[in-house]
């Protein structure tokens, strides 16, 4: 069983930016994809990036390629999302996942990922 604790979420004026970070306990790491999705307000959680277990491609949602970029260092069992120029649309709370599958290719939606974290909540003030 993994365990998956998100941190670095917080308020940022638009145009800002956020690091959030998750760390995972539980499985070897290296040997899955991880991905972050997020929810707002009445809205269904949606994908926003991932990255694989090895080589590392990565795969993002159209409305945040350019500004976030998500990486992972596997000594520290951790993935990051790196979120620059953040905008009013961004706000949501953002969930860090794990694959079900390891060693292989992970597909971009929900059903792909096993494990979730508790969320860690983004604000942005216009």
């Known amino acids: 069983q993994v365990q998956l604790v998100e941190s670095g979420g917080g308020l940022v004026q638009a145009g800002g930016s956020l690091r959030l970070s998750c760390a995972a306990s539980?499985?070897?790491?290296?040997?899955?994809?991880m991905g972050w999705f997020r929810q707002a307000p009445g809205k269904e959680r949606e994908f926003v990036a991932l990255?694989?277990?090895?080589?590392?491609?990565?795969s993002y949602t159209d409305s945040v390629k350019g500004r976030f970029t998500i990486s992972r260092d596997n000594a520290k069992n951790t993935v990051l999302l790196q979120m620059n120029s953040l905008k009013p649309e961004d706000p949501a709370v953002y969930y860090c996942a794990q694959a079900r599958i390891p060693l292989t290719t992970t597909q971009a939606r929900q059903s792909e990922f096993g494990s979730w974290g508790q969320g860690t909540q983004v604000t942005v003030s216009s």
């Open positions: 990255i694989s277990w090895n080589p590392r491609p990565t």
């Open positions: 539980g499985r070897t790491f290296n040997n899955y994809a």
